[in-house]
């Protein structure tokens, strides 16, 4: 698997502040051998100038932007994931411009696609670089996450008879997949955040299709806490929870919280 082959794919709105960090992550992989989309999703500010500035001064990864003016995650994730494969992309992995792989994220993906696997997924844990976290605000998005993913196992809306294998919990921030599974699901839905969780209509699609998915230890990513923060913790249990909880500005950024 070349560069050419295996790409990595980050939608972004307005995160001029974040996205650095994002971008200084992936130049520091143990392996470098991947091709980088970010697909600018209509931002307002410098999100877009930074990125340009970032690929002038680092050689690798190539760095390709694009844009994507319809406003949605999966809008932008699909638009990334499109372009790598007409690129010539087989396999894609897809992060967030508020997350940073672990070191070793690119390396340990390419252990799971040489495992077999077709869709993969792992770990989200929080990151300490944006806020003065205390111990127990470090334990707070891993328990958070581990019960979304435990209610998502016995949500009516993943009880599929058609399904092949077990629902997984595979955030959209940290997953893996094939070119031709993601073409064989149809992809992340086109959607806003708000609307859908494009991340778990993907995990669905692919259940009907194989059982060649699964999660990985060494898969790693440090997600951004500021969701957290600003929804407090019954808000973001019920963001997760098919938006039973409903804030009145969903794109958080940094200087919104404290």
């Known amino acids: 698997m070349t560069a050419r082959d295996l790409w990595v794919v980050i939608p972004a709105y307005d995160e001029e502040r974040s996205i650095g960090a994002t971008l200084r992550r992936l130049a520091e992989q143990t392996d470098t051998g991947?091709?980088?989309?970010?697909?600018?999703?209509?931002?307002?500010?410098?999100?877009a100038e930074v990125v340009r500035e970032f690929a002038a001064a680092n050689p690798a990864p190539e760095v390709r932007l694009i844009a994507e003016p319809e406003k949605g995650t999966g809008a932008?994730?699909?638009t990334g994931i499109r372009h790598a494969i007409s690129a010539g992309a087989t396999h894609i992995a897809r992060t967030d411009a508020d997350c940073l792989p672990?070191?070793?994220?690119?390396?340990?993906?390419?252990?799971?696609f040489a495992e077999g696997l077709e869709m993969v997924s792992g770990p989200l844990r929080p990151r300490t670089d944006e806020f003065d976290l205390k111990l127990?605000?470090?334990r707070l998005l891993p328990a958070v996450i581990g019960v979304?993913?435990?209610?998502?196992r016995f949500r009516p809306g993943n009880q599929d008879p058609l399904a092949l294998g077990p629902y997984m919990m595979m955030p959209g921030c940290n997953v893996a997949i094939t070119a031709a599974l993601y073409e064989r699901a149809g992809g992340f839905p086109r959607t806003r955040i708000e609307d859908v969780h494009e991340d778990r209509a993907l995990v669905n699609a692919v259940r009907r299709l194989t059982t060649a998915y699964g999660l990985r230890g060494d898969v790693t990513v440090y997600g951004s806490v500021r969701r957290l923060r600003a929804y407090g913790?019954?808000?973001?249990?019920?963001w997760y929870a098919d938006h039973r909880y409903k804030p009145e500005v969903v794109d958080i950024r940094i200087g919104d919280v404290r």
Do not use: K
Request: proline content about 2%; cysteine-free.
């Open 34 to 47: 991947f091709t980088l989309v970010v697909v600018d999703n209509g931002s307002t500010d410098r999100t």
């Open 76 to 78: 932008a994730a699909d």
């Open 102 to 112: 672990a070191p070793d994220w690119i390396a340990a993906v390419r252990r799971a």
């Open 136 to 138: 127990w605000e470090r």
């Open 148 to 152: 979304a993913a435990m209610f998502g």
């Open 233 to 238: 913790l019954v808000g973001t249990l019920g």
